[in-house]
């Protein structure tokens, strides 16, 4: 269930992140980018379920007390749902945005970070593609009995799939 919840969130980052190192106005936004949907998923549901945890722990809330319509319970689950998550989201870029500022405040440091983000973004999914596609490719179960083989050999192509995603992006 919370892959579900959490999935949607995580592909836009993803996809904010290449866009804004595709785009070279967008470069210094990346970082950010990637940070800032996670946040607001996190920060939205987390707050919302304090929030209904909260009001539900006062005795004769008022709230709870009478029967509301659809639009109140539309209204009232986007003002407990939408400020937690901007408020998240705001606070997480401000903490990036101050890292970047001690820490990735030269092009060499940045540049490397922004390597190893692709790389740790890339490179899982290439290696657990091509384990999955040498079985079918070389006959069934030839990367478990091939081992020695078959893990060397899927952490180059995973290593070669970030090199060429990070050389496509800065192309």
Same mark, same amino acid.
């Given at each position: 269930?919370q ?10 980052s993803l ?8 785009v070279?106005?967008l470069?210094?936004?990346?970082f ?18 304090l929030?209904?945890l ?11 007390n009478?029967?509301?319509t659809?639009?109140?319970t539309?209204i009232?689950?986007?003002?407990m ?5 901007v ?7 401000n903490?990036?945005?101050?890292i970047?500022?001690?820490?990735l405040?030269?092009?060499?440091s940045?540049?490397? #970070?922004?390597? %190893?983000?692709? /790389?740790?973004? &890339?490179?899982?999914?290439?290696f657990i =593609? ?8 070389l006959?069934n ?6 081992? #020695?083989?078959? %893990?060397?050999l /899927?952490?180059? &192509?995973?290593?070669?799939a970030a090199a =060429? ?5 800065r192309a």
């Amino acid at each position: 269930m919370q892959l579900i919840y959490a999935a949607p969130f995580i592909l836009l980052s993803l996809a904010l992140f290449f866009v804004c190192l595709i785009v070279p106005r967008l470069r210094p936004y990346a970082f950010r980018a990637l940070v800032a949907p996670v946040a607001f998923g996190f920060c939205s549901i987390v707050g919302m379920a304090l929030i209904v945890l909260s009001l539900n722990s006062i005795n004769r809330n008022p709230l709870f007390n009478r029967p509301i319509t659809d639009a109140q319970t539309y209204i009232l689950d986007a003002l407990m749902y939408f400020p937690p998550g901007v408020l998240g989201a705001w606070l997480a870029v401000n903490i990036v945005r101050q890292i970047e500022n001690h820490w990735l405040n030269t092009d060499r440091s940045r540049a490397f #970070a922004v390597r %190893l983000t692709v /790389a740790l973004i &890339v490179f899982p999914p290439a290696f657990i =593609l091509w384990f999955g596609f040498s079985d079918r490719l070389l006959g069934n179960d030839w990367a478990i009995s091939h081992l #020695a083989l078959s %893990l060397p050999l /899927a952490v180059m &192509v995973a290593v070669l799939a970030a090199a =060429l995603t990070y050389r496509a992006i800065r192309a």
